[in-house]
T-cell receptor, first 113, second 113 residues
Framework: GENVEQHPSTLSVQEGDSAVIKCTYS??????FPWYKQELGKRPQLIID?????GEKKDQRIAVTLNKTAKHFSLHITETQPEDSAVYFC????????????FGAGTILRVKS | DSGVTQTPKHLITATGQRVTLRCSPR?????VYWYQQSLDQGLQFLIQ???????AKGNILERFSAQQFPDLHSELNLSSLELGDSALYFC????????????FGPGTRLLVL
């Protein structure tokens, strides 16, 4: 089946601290894992993605790690800033269903200044 | 700005009515996806089109239908509307049906009264 679980549902951190959001997926055939950031009332915006042939990817303050054996992947944000406050969604691509993305339930990140 | 456009931005209608949501993909993108975002269901994949043909189907109700036209824009038709259909409807596009990266449009907020 297709399922993506995301934890935690809410996360509050102090400005400058790190934030980690974790997701697990059910289908071992999944090979692409994007992360989207969504501000209130706005569109989901792709912030980073990782493919199954890579274990880690970094882009400035954002990094994603993938453990294919355990079927989980994580988003790491370092040196958080107030503008990082948003809802973050992980997703997994299920190839046998076309190019379908199955999303996690989302994590509300609050960065307190 | 992702380059994906959606109209209208907001739509208020009554139960039992029918509405049409429109999406234009990024220039050069051939595949279009529709997603529904509601508070209780999260981001749910509805349907994917590629070059005018249906490619994959998700949890799309029978009251809903979509199509992609020769100029590659897509329309999502929602009929016999119910209160529970109130949600944000996003369109996304990708270069090809197998290209993983999907870019989301700004969404249409539908309110059924």
């Amino acid at each position: 089946g297709e399922n993506v679980e995301q934890h935690p549902s809410t996360l509050s951190v102090q400005e400058g601290d790190s934030a980690v959001i974790k997701c697990t997926y059910s289908d071992s055939a999944s090979n692409y894992f994007p992360w989207y950031k969504q501000e209130l009332g706005k569109r989901p915006q792709l912030i980073i993605d990782i493919r199954s042939n890579v274990g880690e990817k970094k882009d400035q303050r954002i990094a994603v790690t993938l453990n294919k054996t355990a079927k989980h992947f994580s988003l790491h944000i370092t040196e958080t800033q107030p503008e990082d406050s948003a809802v973050y969604f992980c997703a997994a691509r299920y190839r046998e269903y076309g190019n379908k993305l199955v999303f996690g339930a989302g994590t509300i990140l609050r960065v307190k200044s | 700005d992702s380059g994906v456009t959606q109209t209208p931005k907001h739509l208020i209608t009554a139960t039992g009515q029918r509405v049409t949501l429109r999406c234009s993909p990024r220039s050069g993108d051939l595949s279009v996806y529709w997603y529904q975002q509601s508070l209780d269901q999260g981001l749910q994949f509805l349907i994917q089109y590629y070059n005018g043909e249906e490619r994959a189907k998700g949890n799309i109700l029978e009251r809903f239908s979509a199509q992609q036209f020769p100029d590659l824009h897509s329309e999502l038709n929602l009929s016999s509307l119910e209160l529970g259909d109130s949600a944000l409807y996003f369109c996304a596009s990708s270069e090809s049906p197998t290209e993983e990266t999907q870019y989301f449009g700004p969404g249409t907020r539908l309110l059924v009264l």
